[in-house]
């Protein structure tokens, strides 16, 4: 019959230590969520900023322009070379290739001055409109007689015979003169080895010779042009006789592909013309280039060189848009010099003179993923100028891309931190394809570079950084929320809808649960004697301490009745244990109880004890109720069960009762037999036993000494069970069990069956 109290003290105080669950009071609770919606409303102010941060970083990239940036938008750019290569028209330019065949027949690089002059003189004679060396002549002629006269030790008479006879580079000089040929010298940063070796010091930082004049149409823009220090040059003799002298430099980007030809330079003494631009005025025998300026001062804008008005970069260069390998844009020296081209192949063409052989070094990278001989380059360029099919990136560019930074980068922040995740995704990846799309767009039809690369990290930014914004403040919100609502419901349902949102369903299931239900005697009278803001702070300290010792057992809150409070375990969640939770709770209750009515009772309030019923079983658990709204609750016979437990310690005189369905999961809960109960309304009585609390075994009579009485009262031996009941009733007059049945026995009852006249 005894029990020992241990172990069930052990377990309620585990599972107080074991769990996080809300059990601070009302106001702290309150305090605490009204700290939580002020921080999700500052987050809500931050959230305003951080997009408008992110869309300023990205207005900084683009007028700061990193390396990395540039590199990027640079790939993204030869992407749409590759999926869209010019296409090919037949201009009337060509390549007089010195190829691996041209050499093999006619001999290694470098040719004498004279078999130059031959190729001028086929070209001239087949009617090209202009000439162009790639190639520069800056060195003497090493094969000339007069040259190998001053460099070899030769017999004097030797000597004299080779003077006499024709200087090769005089013999090209003549040559040249009265052709359209332009000439080539190549612009440095300082003066290098190559210059050293220039027989005559051919380096300098002016060039001496200029066919050409510069005309600007607004303010100059030299400032803006790539800038070199000195220009290594031509030969004096070959330059007098040229019709053009243009620059070699090409302006290769930091990964070394050549993107972009200078169609103008600057030198310190001026600006001067690229081999292209000066093959285009010698072919249409103009003097004059007129270089436009940009209307807000920000570098060149066009280029006009005869007819022909190029749109260029502010620096003065063309973007290249490149075409795939065309055989026809190639004629092999070697064919040219033996007479094997017909003159209708080049009358009326510009034609680059240049070489493809891999051993002459001049191989560049392009954007189809090829390495190209630099004349092609050159060659490429021409054609797309000749044909009208000029890339440019236009001076409203930039514009357009800041429009699109703020712009879309403020819609995309505000989106995604607003809306739904999956909604405000989906838009941005529509706006971010419609961004890439329209780069694509511009591009194919009408040969524009936009860059769509800083608008499009941007938005991607501004994305991220209004999800993050938008996860934190809705993680906030639902902290704030849970907690609030776990003021109206229990912690534990609240953390399983949030958990498993399908729990929130119409629909029950059929459980084991136990039931913890708790009455305050007078409460009523207690009310009608105060003033009624004192009587709700008095129900409220109560039922805050009531209630906090329920979450820290893990138990739902099944409802509050004005002073009553039920209180489920093992539901929602399954408990194995739940039968020893719910003791657990009643004794911590019990004892909360007392020590709030003994505090209340040095103030002079008179709060009446609190009554508790435990009794556990089969029931269904689940949500109902309609579309409106529905409750969780358990329903069926062991409720009602445990609440009229409740109201028999009125009855009893105990403060405790708890049933044998209870205690099955409880072996070692100290308890003492109540009797038999035999509720109204039953035709089954059940097993009721008290707990044995620390203020029972102080006030109670021994529990050796009841048991012995009560072993008597069972096996129907009623003069020596009244007898000692009598007996401890005056050892122990406080004893409710004892006076209760010395009474029954007294009154002719027998027994422990003990019938409940009232609910």
């Excluded at 938008?73 to 065949?101: G, M, S």
């Excluded at 119409?506 to 004192?534: H, I």
């Excluded at 406080?734 to 049945?741: F, K």
Aim: neutral net charge.
């Amino acid at each position: 019959m005894l029990r020992r109290l241990g172990p069930a003290r052990g377990l309620a105080s585990s599972l107080a230590s074991n769990t996080d669950r809300l059990t601070g009071s009302m106001g702290l609770a309150s305090a605490r969520g009204t700290t939580g919606w002020k921080a999700a409303l500052i987050l809500k102010r931050v959230g305003v900023l951080l997009p408008v941060i992110a869309v300023v970083l990205g207005l900084a990239l683009l007028v700061i322009d990193p390396l990395p940036l540039q590199t990027l938008r640079n790939n993204v750019f030869d992407q749409y070379q590759r999926w869209h290569p010019r296409d090919y028209v037949d201009a009337p330019v060509r390549i007089v290739d010195i190829d691996e065949e041209s050499l093999r027949r006619l001999g290694q690089w470098p040719w004498p001055r004279t078999r130059l002059a031959a190729l001028v003189e086929h070209l001239q004679a087949a009617g090209v409109a202009a000439i162009g060396f790639d190639i520069l002549l800056a060195e003497p002629d090493r094969t000339s007689p007069g040259t190998m006269a001053a460099l070899w030790e030769l017999p004097a008479s030797t000597s004299r015979t080779l003077q006499r006879l024709p200087d090769h580079d005089q013999v090209l000089a003549r040559t040249l003169s009265g052709t359209p040929t332009v000439l080539a010298f190549l612009l440095q940063h300082a003066a290098g080895p190559a210059q050293a070796s220039a027989a005559d010091g051919a380096a300098g930082a002016v060039l001496a010779w200029r066919p050409f004049r510069y005309v600007h149409v607004g303010a100059p823009a030299a400032d803006r042009l790539h800038h070199f220090e000195t220009a290594l040059t031509a030969r004096p003799e070959l330059e007098a006789g040229a019709a053009g002298y243009g620059a070699l430099n090409f302006m290769a980007d930091s990964d070394g592909i050549v993107r972009r030809v200078p169609l103008v330079l600057g030198l310190q003494d001026g600006p001067v013309p690229s081999l292209v631009a000066e093959l285009l005025r010698v072919a249409q025998g103009e003097r004059n280039y007129f270089l436009r300026s940009d209307e807000h001062h920000l570098g060149l804008a066009e280029m006009r060189i005869g007819q022909l008005r190029i749109p260029t970069t502010a620096a003065g260069e063309v973007w290249v848009h490149y075409s795939q390998p065309v055989p026809q844009r190639y004629l092999p020296a070697w064919k040219l010099l033996a007479g094997e081209l017909p003159a209708s192949l080049l009358a009326g063409h510009i034609v680059l003179v240049g070489s493809s052989a891999q051993g002459l070094m001049d191989l560049r990278f392009g954007p189809l993923r090829r390495i190209m001989p630099g004349v092609e380059i050159h060659a490429q360029a021409l054609e797309q100028i000749l044909a009208g099919q000029t890339l440019q990136r236009p001076n409203w560019a930039t514009a357009v891309e800041v429009i699109a930074v703020i712009l879309g980068g403020l819609a995309i922040a505000w989106l995604s931190s607003h809306s739904r995740a999956l909604a405000a995704a989906g838009i941005a990846v529509l706006l971010l394809a419609l961004l890439l799309a329209s780069g694509w767009y511009a591009f194919r039809v009408h040969g524009l570079l936009i860059n769509t690369i800083t608008p499009a990290l941007v938005f991607a930014g501004s994305f991220v950084t209004g999800s993050l914004i938008h996860h934190f403040i809705s993680e906030r919100e639902q902290r704030w929320i849970k907690t609030m609502f776990a003021r109206y419901v229990s912690p534990n349902r609240v953390e399983l809808l949030v958990q498993h949102p399908e729990a929130a369903v119409l629909g029950g299931k059929r459980q084991e649960c136990s039931f913890v239900f708790t009455d305050l005697e007078n409460f009523t009278s207690l009310m009608e004697s105060v003033e009624p803001e004192a009587a709700v702070n008095l129900l409220n300290d109560y039922l805050d301490g009531m209630i906090a010792i329920a979450f820290r057992h893990e138990g739902t809150l099944d409802r509050i009745v004005g002073d009553a409070v039920a209180i489920m375990f093992s539901a929602p969640v399954p408990q194995a244990d739940h039968r020893a939770r719910a003791l657990a709770c009643a004794l911590e209750m019990d004892a909360f109880a007392a020590d709030h009515a003994g505090h209340l009772r040095e103030r002079g309030i008179r709060l009446g004890r609190t009554r508790i019923g435990i009794h556990s079983g089969d029931v269904i658990v689940g949500n109902f109720g309609g579309s409106a709204i529905f409750d969780y609750r358990a329903l069926g016979d062991p409720v009602n069960t445990a609440s009229r437990l409740e109201s028999a310690n009125k009855q009893l005189g105990t403060t405790i009762c708890v049933s044998e369905a209870t205690l099955a999961g409880c072996p070692d809960a100290p308890v003492r037999p109540v009797g038999r109960l035999l509720l109204k309304g039953k035709s089954v009585a059940i097993k009721v036993f008290e707990p044995l609390t620390q203020r029972c075994v102080q006030r109670y009579a021994p529990a050796a000494a009841y048991a012995e009485a009560y072993r008597l009262m069972v096996d129907a031996s009623c003069e020596p069970a009244l007898a000692r009941f009598r007996a401890l009733a005056q050892a122990w007059p406080e004893d409710p069990l004892v006076a209760l049945h010395a009474h029954r026995l007294a009154a002719g009852e027998s027994g422990d069956l003990i019938e409940m006249l009232v609910k």
